[in-house]
């Protein structure tokens, strides 16, 4: 966490937060014994986590029905002339579910985003190797994509980064192995959280990832 | 800077950084009021800027003698008993100079990185705009790399980032042009930093970019 957002939620009177339904959640345990006694916390629960496949129109319904009360939420909020801080897991603006609220808050009241440690920077960290060496190109991809854009991608470039793997993780390792850099990739599971594991990919026999899970190739470019 | 960071540099006893020669150094000002009264300081004078082209192989070999000389300083104070902090702008695994010294002093003391905002995401939310939505692929690009390299990525890619691009930049600018990005291109020059603009990229008129630059183009990814 920087030392930037520690400073707003230690006297945040307001704290919301997105979790799992019935789960106590990942982002609101980081900050437990930082928030003042007093303050008063909007956990959002998310309607849906994998029952519906995102393909089904009723996926982007239910999210965006989700992501209207959320937002009526926290605009109420400062319009009774509060502050409320919005917890986020890695950067709000690199893949984060706060961007949803983002852009319905944008020019209704006044947002101020934090930037913040990404996931992959945690995840290559814990490999111990730099991500990318002078003009290595880097290319995130999720692991959505269908295996014939992964591929082509993974070819054109140095250093890899797939994300958002869960169930795709079979299709994204034939990716790998088409594209020739499965022999080269790591696996880091829960980067920079309790029970983080780091291991090459080859190691791996599970046939999914858990939600927590960067896939990396580490460029190895030019280095004086 | 996160809490990790400060907490070392608060009470480190030997601080080394990178800097220009005869500059007082960002990393180092940034770290002003930080540091213990009686830290001992090391700075490590970059021994060439753009005097001697990338190309040159003197730029190598003066870079790589550098680099041997700090590691070696280095892995001195640590064979003396005492840990030392490596200040990094960024992170220190993601195109950072202390890159060169980790692969050198790796397996011979003990290195501990501190993974850190990246200046890319400074710049992201100094745009007010997420980086990329839903499955976007999103690619890091060094302004160094030839026009063709730099087309192919930005027209295969959904969200873009160039760094490293100083003297490059009216070949990065033709890139964007033929690729179609220029339009929506932003330019973020010293993010996160004093002095930090913000502008679309059709409003520049400079010939050349300050080296603390990153130009952006945002996904706009399926979204709920």
Chains 1, 2 share one sequence.
Not at 34 to 51: G, S
Not at 130 to 141: H, K, M, Y
Request: with cysteine; hydrophobic share 45%.
């Amino acid at each position: 966490m920087s030392l930037r957002a520690e400073r707003v939620l230690r006297s945040a009177q307001h704290v919301a937060f997105f979790r799992k339904a019935g789960r106590w959640g990942h982002a609101r345990r980081i900050v437990e014994g930082l928030l003042r006694p007093d303050a008063v916390e909007y956990p959002f629960e998310y309607p849906i986590t994998t029952e519906i496949p995102v393909s089904d129109p009723r996926y982007n319904a239910l999210l965006s029905a989700f992501y209207g009360q959320t937002t009526a939420q926290l605009e109420a909020i400062a319009r009774a002339g509060h502050d409320v801080a919005v917890l986020c897991e890695g950067d709000p603006f690199f893949y984060g579910s706060f961007m949803h609220l983002h852009a319905r808050l944008k020019g209704r009241v006044p947002v101020q985003v934090i930037p913040a440690i990404t996931g992959m920077s945690a995840a290559w960290t814990a490999t111990g190797q730099p991500i990318a060496w002078g003009d290595d190109v880097i290319t995130v991809l999720a692991g959505t994509l269908d295996q014939a854009r992964l591929e082509q991608h993974m070819r054109a470039s140095d250093a890899v980064v797939v994300m958002k793997i869960g169930a795709h993780f079979p299709k994204v390792v034939r990716a790998l192995q088409s594209a020739g850099c499965y022999e080269d990739a790591w696996v880091v599971q829960y980067a920079a959280m309790a029970g983080q594991s780091v291991a090459k990919l080859a190691e791996i026999k599970a046939r999914s990832l858990p939600y927590f899970s960067i896939i990396l190739v580490h460029g190895r470019g030019r280095r004086p």
